[in-house]
């Protein structure tokens, strides 16, 4: 079974800038999260969606949304960048409802640079 | 405001010997924990968990204490191995998601 992928897997980019990036879950997950990685800050929640919705929130501003396709895949965007958005942002597929179980399969990641 | 911590950024040990990583959490909902390990350019996989309702969870070298009083969890390695040189973060689940430590990096050295 081919894991968790994420494109594109490094991005650079200039403030005030937006993104997209994405992810394609393990087949047959429906829940994707998203996570950012920062040094110091470990894995902070962003958001989670399960078929298709949006289920579960973390604590970032507005410009940071995402939406999941019928086929599972996921993708999260950011507007208007800012220099403390770089970072590794990772994405997280389940066959489950939680993430009981350490049923959480995570993506390589997608490394962003911002200048 | 960090609901769980990792207060070592790293931690070094002899192969062989023991490697402990340890966690603190705050929030009374946490009843989920699991130990996640993390290789540069990898994303995290799962390692071990423990429920609320206990208070040890062993996997081959891999052991996970709980002590719900101290709101503590630690790792235990034993033996420690080169490979297990990593970046190990803890979580802990409310039910809804997860919220992760700011990791330990673990270096044994042969």
């Known amino acids: 079974k081919a894991g968790v992928t994420q494109t594109p897997r490094y991005l650079i980019k200039t403030r005030g800038q937006q993104v997209t990036l994405s992810c394609s879950p393990i087949s047959g997950h429906r829940s994707v999260s998203w996570y950012q990685q920062t040094p110091g800050q470990g894995l902070q929640f962003l958001f989670e969606?399960?078929?298709?919705?949006?289920?579960n929130k973390g604590n970032f501003p507005g410009r940071f949304s995402g939406r999941q396709f019928s086929n599972s895949r996921s993708e999260m965007n950011v507007s208007t960048l800012e220099l403390g958005d770089s970072a590794l942002y990772l994405c997280?597929?389940?066959?489950?409802?939680?993430?009981?179980?350490?049923?959480?399969?995570f993506g390589p990641g997608t490394r962003l640079l911002v200048l | 405001d960090q609901q769980v911590k990792q207060n070592s950024p790293s931690l070094s040990v002899q192969e062989g010997r023991i490697s402990i990583l340890n966690c603190d959490y705050t929030n009374s909902m946490f009843d989920y924990f699991l130990w996640y390990k993390k290789y540069p350019a990898e994303g995290p996989t799962f390692l071990i968990s423990?429920?609320?309702?206990?208070d040890k969870n062993e996997d081959g070298r891999f052991t996970v204490f709980l002590n719900k009083s101290a709101k503590h969890l630690s790792l235990h390695i034993v033996p420690s191995q080169p490979g297990d040189s990593a970046v190990y973060f803890c979580?802990?689940?409310?039910?809804?998601?997860?919220?992760f430590g700011g990791g330990t990096r673990l270096m044994v050295k042969p």
């Open positions: 997280a597929s389940s066959s489950g409802t939680t993430a009981r179980g350490g049923t959480q399969y």
């Open positions: 969606y399960f078929s298709e919705t949006q289920r």
């Open positions: 423990i429920s609320s309702i206990k």
């Open positions: 979580a802990a689940d409310a039910g809804n998601m997860l919220t």
